[in-house]
């Protein structure tokens, strides 16, 4: 299993991006809202990968980081939805996207992505409510590439989402409690802090 590569940035073209590893060329299938976040060809670059294995091809699937690659593991997973689907869908939506798209059931925003039809969106809702929760999105902000834009330390994150589950006690769905959440201020230090400022962009 190639876990990652790490090379320069030879070219880009509609589908994948080409890795120059040691001399060799590597094709690596990425989402578009991948390729578009790239640098120049001659950088260097580092992508996740995933390995899919067929009868007549090697194919390599790459991503920017690991949370990326996990959600596109979690969503090849389900029956009926290979590597291009997975693929497809994470060129629609990002991953926090896509986590609150199962969150709050939404099959229509899944089923935008090409060749992703309403019963194998229903049917990845249903098989992956339970394995995605507030916390894998709380910890993807803190800990990806965008964190910067959120609190980063793990006490804070922990307050966010005992902010979320308050909001949800209250009676408002998940994913826009959530996405209140992550709408507030770094200068909210208190659970409270985070729910007095989330509450107004709910209502």
Excluded: W
């Amino acid at each position: 299993m190639i876990s990652y590569i790490r090379g320069e940035l030879a070219a880009i073209d509609a589908q994948k991006a080409i890795v120059d590893v040691g001399g060799v060329g590597y094709g690596v299938f990425m989402p578009q809202q991948a390729l578009s976040l790239l640098p120049q060809p001659g950088n260097e670059v580092k992508l996740y990968t995933y390995l899919n294995v067929k009868e007549d091809a090697l194919q390599l699937f790459g991503f920017l980081t690991k949370d990326d690659l996990e959600i596109f593991k979690l969503v090849i997973g389900v029956s009926g939805i290979g590597p291009k689907g997975g693929l497809n869908i994470l060129s629609c939506m990002s991953p926090d996207d896509l986590r609150f798209a199962i969150m709050s059931g939404d099959a229509k925003a899944i089923s935008a992505a090409p060749g992703i039809g309403k019963k194998t969106a229903e049917k990845l809702i249903l098989e992956l409510r339970d394995k995605v929760d507030i916390e894998d999105v709380l910890n993807s902000a803190a800990h990806g590439e965008e964190a910067g834009q959120f609190r980063g330390e793990e006490a804070e994150s922990g307050m966010q989402a005992e902010a979320v589950q308050a909001l949800v006690a209250l009676g408002y769905g998940n994913a826009e409690s959530l996405r209140a959440v992550r709408k507030t201020s770094p200068e909210c230090r208190t659970v409270e802090d985070i729910l007095k400022e989330a509450l107004k962009y709910l209502f």
